[in-house]
């Protein structure tokens, strides 16, 4: 069966939305049908990938105006008939095609101070209680594809990229400041410098 896709192709000065048709079988993902493409039609389409399986983040796309993991989006989530659009994520600038310039986050990971390991107790030890170390684990499984960035509206839509450090980071913040062995202070950064309106 053929399917229908709306690609956008183009780099951070100009772009447009190209058509195309390809085949498609059952339990195929979005990202199968950008390869298909790539394969059939436009060989120089640029798209971001690494794992296909939903583990590194790095095919974040929009599909039909929504922004999702393009490994793990199946294309029997959309009716046969329907035509899939796929675009780089909006809260971002754009380098080529499906790819997206990220390099904003990485320097405001940057930005946030790092774990600070405590003295260890006077038996020489470090002491963790389970609850606080299940605790933390929730937060690092974040796969930094950037998504929670993308549908915050507050760099999305009012690209205040210089007053929010966006969701992404405030969780790792959180989990810093969580840390049972982190005894660094990052609260006065997080109200005045990283935009959390507390």
């Not at 298909?36 to 060989?43: F, G, L, P, T, Y």
């Not at 046969?80 to 675009?87: A, K, V």
């Not at 210089?162 to 810093?176: N, Q």
């Amino acid at each position: 069966m053929d399917r229908k896709f709306k690609v956008w192709r183009g780099n951070k000065k100009s772009g447009e939305f190209i058509s195309y048709s390809v085949a498609v079988e059952q339990g195929m993902v979005v990202l199968d049908a950008v390869h298909r493409i790539q394969a059939e039609h436009a060989s120089d389409l640029a798209v971001r990938w690494n794992c296909k399986a939903g583990k590194c983040g790095s095919c974040s796309v929009e599909i039909n105006g929504k922004p999702k993991l393009a490994c793990m989006t199946r294309l029997n989530d959309y009716r046969e008939d329907e035509e899939i659009t796929i675009q780089p994520i909006k809260a971002f600038p754009i380098i080529k095609d499906l790819v997206a310039d990220f390099s904003w986050n990485y320097e405001q990971n940057k930005r946030i101070q790092p774990l600070k390991i405590r003295a260890r107790d006077k038996d020489g030890n470090h002491r963790m209680f389970q609850r606080d170390v299940e605790r933390i684990q929730e937060f690092r499984k974040c796969i930094e594809c950037f998504l929670c960035q993308d549908v915050c509206h507050v760099l999305r839509d009012h690209n205040k990229k210089d007053k929010f450090i966006g969701p992404r980071f405030m969780i790792r913040l959180a989990s810093l400041e969580m840390h049972p062995l982190d005894e660094a202070d990052r609260i006065p950064a997080i109200k005045e410098e990283f935009g959390s309106g507390m």
